[in-house]
């Protein structure tokens, strides 16, 4: 990634540190919740791809990683969380439509989240973030990115996950990104669970256009 494509991504990043609140990370956390600091072991299926990934976590870092079964898709995420930031970042290797065809990609996201307590324990988490697309052969384009996620404990075992995003870009590259989801999961005690979820994904880059929808199952372990 070339300096001057990090300009913007820096500098992004600097305005949304002055303009936002961040939220303090408890220590103990739901094993669902995306500022959970905790080890943690995943594997599943994405589609019908089996999908493999865990973290290593200290008291207020946590490196993760997972990657499908063919290892042609993969992402690394990082997130520091302290009394008065969270930050996250992350690099994900993937393909994607071009006018040419599947083409190979990188992405590269820095953000900072912030959490808010909602009625009935819901817990409602908002980042505001850029990232920066780089399709092999084809083009670079920075975006802003915001997405949200909705985490609501059911009952003692059952709960759910709402998740929405929003990609568009900012220095001049005609590029749009929609994703969301809706999770059922179950909590068997507090370190195994299990979820199911509907994930829809819809993507603009210049001339193309695309759209996927898949089920998504997966096993949580944290330790």
Do not use: C
């Not at 600097?14 to 959970?36: C, E, G, K, T, W």
């Not at 290797?93 to 006018?99: D, E, F, I, L, Y």
């Not at 384009?141 to 075992?157: D, I």
Request: hydrophobic share 40%; no cysteine.
């Amino acid at each position: 990634m070339s300096v001057k494509a990090l300009t913007p991504l820096v500098g992004s990043l600097l305005f949304f540190s002055a303009v936002l609140v961040p939220s303090y990370a408890n220590d103990f956390r739901h094993i669902a919740d995306p500022l959970n600091l905790n080890n943690s072991l995943y594997a599943g299926f994405d589609g019908d791809v089996f999908k493999l990934g865990g973290s290593f976590a200290t008291s207020h870092q946590k490196f993760s990683a997972n990657t499908n079964l063919g290892g042609d898709k993969w992402n690394l995420g990082y997130l520091y969380s302290a009394e008065q930031v969270n930050v996250r970042a992350s690099v994900q290797h993937a393909k994607t439509g071009s006018p040419h065809g599947k083409a190979s990609y990188y992405q590269f996201q820095l953000g900072l989240m912030t959490e808010h307590q909602g009625w009935f324990s819901t817990q409602v988490f908002t980042e505001i973030a850029v990232n920066h697309l780089a399709v092999k052969a084809y083009t670079d384009s920075t975006a802003a990115n915001v997405n949200m996620t909705v985490l609501k404990p059911l009952t003692e075992h059952w709960y759910s996950e709402f998740y929405a995003q929003g990609n568009m870009g900012i220095d001049g590259v005609e590029r749009y990104e929609a994703k969301s989801w809706l999770a059922l999961g179950y909590q068997i005690n507090p370190q195994w669970s299990w979820v199911v979820r509907y994930q829809y994904d819809w993507e603009k880059l210049e001339r193309f256009e695309g759209e996927d929808t898949q089920w998504v199952f997966a096993v949580r372990s944290q330790f």
